[in-house]
């Protein structure tokens, strides 16, 4: 692992990603339907350049078939119609994977329907159960399992061009008074609970806001910092 640390290891891994698999993916699609317009496997890009041609009334100027041949031979043409590489989990795997380098190895728990790990507001219980706004916090993404405590960890990557971070902070702040409330229910349980927090977005006073509400069992860390060994 080349990056010093987890923001520049987590850019890397996206321009890697949108290099080398995202925008390839369109652009070899683009040139299979350049031979074979029907090839059934790629109509989803048929689907987006089709929409782009009508959503920017450019029917006029360029063709489906042009279209395509622009994507399979220009790289930035190519991106517009690219999966974007930080909507694809990516945050949630290079936590993984920066976390493994660093030889911490923690449990991808599941995020969907009844299996996901979520707090019970009204009762500080520590349940798996689908979503009910109102009733249930947000899930917990990773496990950690020690010989002396378990780490149930909320993780975040907040970068101050993602957007949305003014409620994905107060996302994390409201679960913490439920983490306090489930501590004070199981004052002698081994139960931890972690904010991984990590991108510039917390950088400096960014974290300042959480690190109030830390505590022997309230953990407020990143991914350069998190270690459940100690």
Not at 62 to 79: F, Q, R
Not at 119 to 140: C, D, N, P, W, Y
Request: aromatic content about 10%; glycine content about 4%.
């Amino acid at each position: 692992m080349s990056s010093n640390n987890f923001y520049d290891y987590y850019l890397n891994e996206n321009k890697n990603k949108a290099r080398n698999v995202n925008i390839p993916e369109v652009q070899n699609a683009a040139s299979r339907l350049l031979f074979n317009i029907n090839s059934k496997p790629d109509q989803w890009l048929i689907t987006k350049v089709r929409n782009h041609i009508e959503r920017n009334s450019l029917s006029d100027i360029i063709t489906i078939e042009g279209l395509l041949k622009n994507i399979s031979n220009d790289i930035i043409i190519a991106s517009c119609f690219a999966k974007p590489a930080t909507k694809q989990n990516q945050s949630e795997l290079c936590q993984i994977k920066y976390l493994s380098h660093r030889g911490i190895i923690v449990e991808k728990l599941p995020a969907m329907y009844n299996k996901a790990w979520r707090i019970v507001m009204k009762t500080g219980e520590l349940v798996q159960a689908r979503k009910i706004e109102g009733e249930h916090t947000h899930s917990f993404d990773f496990r950690y399992t020690g010989e002396k405590f378990t780490d149930y960890i909320m993780a975040k990557v907040t970068t101050t061009q993602g957007g949305g971070q003014t409620q994905q902070r107060q996302e994390m702040i409201d679960a913490i008074k439920y983490m306090q409330l489930y501590i004070k229910k199981h004052p002698d349980n081994n139960i931890r609970f972690v904010l991984l927090l990590d991108g510039d977005s917390y950088d400096n006073s960014g974290i300042d806001v959480f690190k109030q509400y830390e505590s022997d069992r309230i953990i407020i860390t990143n991914s350069d910092g998190y270690d459940p060994r100690v």
